[in-house]
């Protein structure tokens, strides 16, 4: 049994920030990529950041980039999502995900795990 477990949804006014939490229960929690993504009402579900199995290296979507960080402890098993700066376009449901490989995927496919997802609501 594997799962992932997101908290630290809520409401945000533009300009705030909110900490993302992904809890894993996974075996060898270092063999995987961890990501982030994101789908609004009536949007295809997108990519947001990922950060390798090492947490040394990380990618990010154009529309987030400079604002949110992604970040990972192992010990604990746990990947986060820092938003800083926080648009009304950022309001959707948070998805935290696992690949198991080396690379840093910007595409769904590579993630076989999903968690059920967090509500981020900016308001305007």
């Known amino acids: 049994q594997v799962t992932l477990v997101e908290s630290g949804g809520g409401l945000v006014q533009a300009g705030g920030s909110l900490r993302l939490s992904c809890a894993a229960s996974?075996?060898?929690?270092?063999?995987?990529?961890m990501g982030w993504f994101r789908q609004a009402p009536g949007k295809e579900r997108e990519f947001v950041a990922v950060?390798?199995?090492?947490?040394?290296?990380?990618r990010y979507a154009d529309s987030v980039k400079g604002r949110f960080t992604i970040s990972r402890d192992n010990a604990k098993n746990t990947v986060y999502l820092q938003m800083n700066n926080l648009e009304s376009d950022d309001t959707a449901v948070y998805y935290c995900?696992?690949?198991?490989?080396?690379?840093?995927?910007?595409?769904?496919?590579?993630?076989?795990?999903w968690g059920l997802g967090t509500q981020v609501t900016v308001s305007a």
């Open positions: 996974v075996d060898t929690f270092t063999s995987y990529a």
């Open positions: 950060t390798s199995w090492s947490g040394g290296s990380t």
């Open positions: 995900a696992a690949a198991r490989t080396l690379a840093l995927p910007g595409s769904s496919s590579p993630y076989g795990i």
